[in-house]
């Protein structure tokens, strides 16, 4: 039910997104989504690829610091307070940070969500009948 999810610091000058991506490329490694935030001297890149160890290896010996940690997939109507109702089945759970994910399931967007306490919003979704994606369905939708 949890994904992992590869972040990288990136400096922030032109061309350092680029080297990160052809290294994936060399690799034959897909990135499924992503999400990048940046300061006014670094960013962190967020990613999900199927391969993610075969990914931190290649990624680490090309210089780059990878650190994994773990993020919920999790269908999200597309219509007006879909993404509402999902916050409240979360309401005690604190989420650090959320994207979507560039794709559609059954209608619904996809949001991939980073929580102080994945087990715990495990664990309030389950008793809300709440719908998690598997990794292994994950990387299908892409």
């Keep these: ?11 922030n000058r032109p061309g350092a997104l ?3 991506c052809k290294v994936l490329q060399e690799n034959q490694i897909n990135i499924s989504t992503l999400s990048l935030a940046d300061t006014q001297s670094f960013g962190i890149l967020r990613l999900l690829v199927k391969e993610h160890e075969k990914a931190r290896i290649v990624l680490e010996k090309a210089g780059f610091v990878v650190k994994t940690t773990e993020v919920l997939a ?5 219509c007006p307070g879909g993404l509402s109702s999902l916050l409240e089945t979360l309401q005690d759970c604190q989420v650090e940070y959320m994207y979507a994910f560039a794709s559609e399931l059954h209608e619904k967007a996809v949001m991939v969500f980073r929580f102080a306490d994945p087990d715990k919003a495990l664990a309030a979704l389950k008793a809300a009948h709440s719908e998690i994606i598997q990794e ?5 939708l892409a």
């Design 74 to 78: 999790i269908p999200v109507p597309n």
């Design 136 to 140: 292994a369905e994950l990387f299908t």
């Design 1 to 11: 039910m949890k994904i992992t999810q590869l972040s990288l610091f990136v400096e």
């Design 18 to 20: 680029k080297d990160i």
